[in-house]
C-alpha cells in the first residue's frame, strides 16, 4: 500500500526550500544563466580548468556537461602555437568556447575572419566556436554598441552557470533534505508553521518524518551540525556568523527597509541560504554539513568572504576604533 502523502508546506517556505538548489540571478547580458538549477551546464575558465579540472574524472562529472571558456589573449597567443588547450582535453566547439570580454579583443581576432559561428548549445555540439559579452562604450561613430553574441534569445538566454555553484541532483535533494530540517531545528517552528495556515497535527508529523528521514540518511549528526556552527548547543538552529539563535518569523518576514528607500518588489526574507565554508572556484561547497540559515544582513557581510575571514576582519576593525577613542566602555548604559 503507497505510503501517505507527508502534510504540505506553507507555500512560502516551501518556495525558498526548492529556491537552495538554483543558482544566484544572472543579468541578461551576462554569460550565465538566471537562477536555474545547480545541476546545470557549468562555465569554467580556463585558467580554473587547467589548474584543478584537468584529471580524467572531471569529464563525466557534470551531469549536464561543462564548457571552458577561453579568451582571445589565451586561444591566440600561446595556446595556439603549443596545443596546450588541446592537451588539457578540450575542442573547440565540443566542450570549449573563446569567449569575447573586450572590445580590444574582438577587433584584433574577430569570429567572422575565422569563419566562427556564435554557440548556441549547451551540449556538444555546441553549435558554435565562440561567444561574446562585450559591453558599449561611449564611441560617438556608432561602432561602440554592445555586442551579446551566443545563448542571447529569450528561450536560450545564458551559456551556463558559475562552475563554483555545482551542485548534483542527488546532492541537491540531500541538501534541501537537511535544510528543511534545520527549519523544524527552529525553537519555535511549529508555532510558526501554524500561524502560517498548516494545522498543528500537521505540523508535528512533518516535523517527525523530516527528522526521521534525516536521521536515516545520515543528515542528522548533531556535533558535525554544533561544529559547524549550523546547530547551537541546545540543539536548535542558529545563525552561523553571529550565532544568534533564530526564529523561524524570519522565513516568513521580509526584511526591513529603510524609510524613503523602499523597494516595492523585495521579496528577501530575513533568513537566507548560508554556506559555512564559502562557495569558491576549484571546490563543490554546496554540500550538506556546510549550509545553514542565517540572518540576511549577516550573510550579506560575509558575501564570498568567508566565516573566518570575515571574523579575522571584524576583529581588526573593532580593535582598530577601539585604540583610536571609537569604542568606549559604558557603565549601566550611559
Known sequence: MPRPA????????????????????????????NRVSRASTALIPFAVWVRHFTDKKWRHYFENGFIVLISPDDYFGNLQDSGKHALAGLKLGHNALVFYETRTQ????????????????????????????IPATTSTDNTGGKIVHGFNTTANKG????????????????CRMQLGMLF??????????VANGMVAADAATRRREIL????????LDIERLTQARILNGNSETTCPLCLLELSSHG????????????????TITQINLFHIEEVRMGEFNHRP?????????????????GINETLRWMDELLRRNAAQGYLRETNNGN
Do not use: M
Open 6 to 33: 507527508s502534510p504540505k508546506l506553507p507555500q512560502l517556505l516551501k518556495r525558498k526550500l526548492y529556491k537552495t538548489g538554483q543558482t544566484r540571478g544572472a543579468d541578461d547580458d551576462e554569460i550565465y544563466q
Open 106 to 133: 574582438w577587433n584584433c581576432n574577430h569570429p567572422q575572419t575565422h569563419g566562427w559561428k556564435p554557440a548556441r548549445s549547451r551540449r556538444s555540439p555546441l553549435g558554435g566556436q565562440y561567444v561574446a559579452r
Open 159 to 174: 551559456a551556463g552557470i558559475r562552475v563554483y555553484e555545482y551542485a548534483d541532483r542527488a546532492t541537491i535533494k540531500a
Open 184 to 193: 523544524w531545528k527552529c525553537h519555535d517552528a511549529e508555532a510558526v508553521v
Open 212 to 219: 526521521d528521514e534525516c536521521k536515516r540518511k545520515g543528515l
Open 251 to 266: 522565513f516568513f518576514n521580509l526584511v526591513k527597509q529603510a524609510p524613503g528607500r523602499e523597494v516595492l518588489d523585495l
Open 289 to 305: 554539513y556546510n549550509l545553514g540559515w542565517g540572518h540576511h544582513h549577516c550573510n550579506v557581510v560575509v558575501k564570498d568572504a
